[in-house]
């Protein structure tokens, strides 16, 4: 058994923060007489377990429900979150290769491609985003998402860049949303998100298509592939989603 102050040394969080799950309900641990709190060794692997969703992005609320549903057994959370994990070290180990060719490029050692130097970008580069989209669609519809993408990682970060880049370059050549090449990326665009993610409607592609601006971390993450982008594509998806639904 420990006592707070041993656990929330061994763990890294703050007492404080301890009090405030015991508070959630989050993680209760055993309470004498006078009120001091002791921690077992199932409570600190519980804890470990939260502290991982909580690094994987998940709010505590989301902790607390999918806990919930597992309560005897965490070896499903610990299976789930070595996939994300290793999803996210793949994904930074392509960034991070990126990054170094850039580097060379800057200094004068190799040049790049623009398809080269936005390898690793997509529209889900960002944790967050899984997690909003688990809120939004459920778990399992996200834990299916990712068996479709297991072993895809580069064909599905390649497809969405493939549509982003030329959403992109029909935005600087002028091209109104409505246009046919336009039309035909968020085909593609719809496709993808049916082959790499979930069965996505045409509502809910109307729904994504709004959140590339509405979603501050969407937005900034599109724009990366040309200031404005975001806003192109969802216009180009809204034009999209409306002839698809008359």
Do not use: W
């Amino acid at each position: 058994m420990y006592h707070i102050k041993e656990a929330a040394q061994l763990s890294g969080v703050s007492v404080k923060t301890l009090h405030h799950y015991d508070k959630l309900g989050l993680l209760v641990p055993l309470k004498s007489e006078n009120g001091y709190r002791t921690y077992s060794q199932d409570d600190l692997e519980r804890l470990q377990i939260i502290l991982y969703y909580k690094y994987l992005g998940f709010s505590l609320e989301k902790i607390a429900e999918l806990l919930e549903e597992e309560t005897s057994d965490l070896l499903p959370h610990l299976i789930r979150q070595l996939d994300y994990l290793t999803r996210e070290r793949q994904h930074l180990d392509t960034l991070i290769s990126t990054l170094q060719k850039t580097i060379q490029e800057q200094k004068g050692e190799i040049k790049m491609t623009i398809e080269e130097k936005f390898t690793g970008f997509s529209y889900q580069d960002n944790q967050k985003y899984h997690q909003e989209a688990v809120e939004k669609y459920g778990q399992e519809v996200m834990d299916k998402a990712l068996e479709r993408q297991t072993g895809r990682e580069d064909e599905a970060t390649e497809t969405f860049n493939q549509v982003f880049q030329a959403l992109t370059q029909n935005f600087k050549d002028g091209l109104p949303t409505t246009a046919t090449e336009n039309q035909e990326e968020a085909t593609k665009l719809l496709q993808a998100i049916r082959t790499y993610g979930f069965d996505c409607s045409i509502e809910v592609f109307g729904h994504i298509g709004k959140g590339y601006v509405y979603n501050p971390e969407f937005k900034k993450n599109i724009d990366k592939f040309g200031p404005g982008t975001a806003q192109y594509t969802s216009d180009v998806i809204a034009h999209y989603v409306r002839t698809q639904t008359k």
